[in-house]
């Protein structure tokens, strides 16, 4: 244990003495985890924003007014056994009248004119797919030749709830947020990696007549590693501890702001419910790209 406590105390000078290179060295950490846990919130909000606009989405198929309820039933148990079919609803043509009227109650002239025109709103099945992203096999159902006469011609098979280019423009962002992240994110570790290790090169200079001395009294190689090593792993707890920070911060005071137009209720349920999953996780990957720098750094310049 004394040992250990040495090696502690030997790399925390080190990072002390290295004033100006161990802030430079934290500096590029802290913006590397910060990438890397905004890439994570930009990722969790938008894939829930596109689970929430796709669970709206199903396509409405209109049934010809002649369809006996046999013929129904039957066009149904083919939709049903669709792959891509989550579920199928039966709207008659009377609920389509009660629906019609309690969406338009405030505008009267709607109202009359479909009192005057009289029932003219079609049975239809509201179909919701699993992917909504994938619905021409759907289609294909309804364009069956023993189904092409129950569908109403003037009435094509339809979207209803939001419309499939909202989905796909979400998922375009969602994707360049993806590949950008994790482009950045690469580009930063490779960076905060090269600095790291040119300030342990730097360390290992400077303390090179120490280092003969303790080689010369018997001191083991990891009494003489040990130091940078916990140096190096010190940039990654000190950046894990400020990126968490304005990470939480971001997320608890400007993400709220955005929900108009990105659901982010879950991933900010998340960080709140777990907060020291993430933190542990940032520390993690901190400590593990100091730790792999000054590895890097003493296998090539400190020879035992």
């Known amino acids: 244990m004394l040992q250990l406590w040495r090696v502690f105390v030997a790399g925390g000078r080190n990072f002390m003495r290295n004033a100006w290179l161990s802030t430079a060295a934290t500096a590029v950490m802290t913006i590397t985890l910060s990438i890397i846990i905004v890439s994570f919130i930009s990722n969790s909000a938008l894939t829930s924003t596109i689970k929430g606009v796709t ?4 396509i409405s198929i209109y049934l010809n007014d002649s369809v006996t309820p046999e013929q129904r039933a039957k066009f149904q148990a083919a939709l049903e056994a669709n792959d891509n079919v989550e579920s199928v609803h039966y709207t008659s043509k009377s609920d389509a009248v009660a629906l019609y009227t309690a969406q338009h109650a405030s505008n009267s002239k709607l109202l009359q004119a479909l009192q005057i025109a009289g029932n003219v709103l079609p049975a239809s099945f509201q179909v919701k797919a699993r992917d909504p992203k994938k619905l021409d096999s759907i289609i294909a159902v309804t364009s069956r030749p023993e189904f092409k006469n129950y569908t109403d011609p003037t009435a094509p098979p339809s979207y209803s709830g939001q419309n499939k280019d909202t989905i796909n423009r979400i998922v375009r962002v969602s994707n ?3 590949t950008t992240g994790l ?3 690469v580009v930063f570790v490779i960076i905060s990696t090269l600095i790291i290790f040119n300030t342990i090169r730097m360390a290992i200079f ?5 280092i003969e001395i303790m080689k010369l009294v018997g001191a083991t190689k990891w009494f003489i590693r040990g130091p940078f090593l916990f140096e190096a792993a010190l940039y990654g707890v000190v950046a894990a501890v400020i990126a968490a920070t304005i990470s939480y911060a971001f997320l608890l005071g400007v993400a709220p702001k955005l929900s108009s137009y990105i659901n982010v209720t ?7 419910t777990y907060p020291w999953l993430v933190i542990t996780v940032e520390l993690l990957i901190g400590v593990c790209i100091g730790a792999f720098s000054s590895l890097l750094a003493m296998s090539r310049y400190l020879k035992l």
């Open 55 to 58: 669970d709206k989405i199903d």
């Open 176 to 178: 360049f947020f993806k």
């Open 183 to 185: 482009y950045a994110s």
């Open 206 to 210: 400077t303390r090179r007549e120490e």
């Open 266 to 272: 879950s991933t900010i349920a998340f960080f709140k």
